[in-house]
């Protein structure tokens, strides 16, 4: 069983930073790809950033143009926990933030597609005002 669970949401100013944690169980992320995705009111669900499982060139990270620059994902797997730390928060990055995996290698655009991940957390408030 599957379980995803999200934590360090919060509220800042913009300019402000907040680290968001999923932590997971009954996924070895050593063989899954983790996502980040987060959603607006009135929005769709979009992919904020994602990380395939290391090979012999290591792990691979993926974002979303918005926010080059400005978060990155990390994992550790002997703990279980895929990272996302958020720099420079603007107000647009306001939503529900989403931890999600799946247990296969996603390529360029497909790892942040929603339609790609059967497993999801809660999800986590972020507000920036």
């Known amino acids: 069983h599957v379980q995803l669970v999200e934590s360090g949401g919060g509220s800042v100013q913009p300019g402000g930073t907040l680290g968001l944690t999923c932590t997971a169980s009954?996924?070895?992320?050593?063989?899954?790809?983790m996502g980040w995705f987060r959603q607006a009111p009135g929005k769709e669900r979009e992919g904020v950033a994602a990380?395939?499982?290391?090979?012999?060139?290591?792990?691979?990270?993926y974002y979303v143009e918005a926010v080059k620059g400005r978060f990155t994902i990390s994992q550790d797997n002997a703990k279980n926990t895929v990272y996302l730390q958020m720099n420079s928060l603007k107000p647009e990055d306001t939503g529900m933030y989403y931890c999600?995996?799946?247990?296969?290698?996603?390529?360029?655009?497909?790892?942040?597609?929603?339609?790609?991940?059967?497993?999801w957390g809660q999800g986590t408030q972020v507000t920036v005002s």
């Open positions: 009954g996924v070895p992320q050593s063989d899954h790809v």
């Open positions: 990380i395939n499982p290391g090979g012999m060139s290591g792990s691979t990270t």
């Open positions: 999600a995996a799946a247990e296969y290698r996603m390529s360029w655009p497909y790892v942040l597609q929603r339609s790609g991940y059967p497993n």
